[in-house]
């Protein structure tokens, strides 16, 4: 198996303790990155998979033009 980033697994456990408390997986920071974008910009699969699995999705915003 790949061997994990060092903080991964501490951030693992803050994650579900902070889940198993009610905590909102939303929340965004000033930049609209919500933990969900954290985890997946740097790489920590099985915690991003565990944000969708608690309803986490993206903060960022998708701006579509449409002309005519």
Do not use: C, F, M
């Amino acid at each position: 198996a790949p061997e994990r980033p060092p903080l991964e697994e501490p951030v693992r456990e803050v994650v579900e303790i902070l889940l198993k408390n009610e905590a909102d997986p939303n929340i965004a920071n000033e930049n609209d990155e919500t933990p969900l974008d954290w985890a997946e910009r740097t790489n920590n699969a099985d915690i991003a998979q565990r944000l969708r699995d608690a309803g986490g999705h993206s903060g960022k915003t998708v701006v579509i033009e449409i002309s005519k």
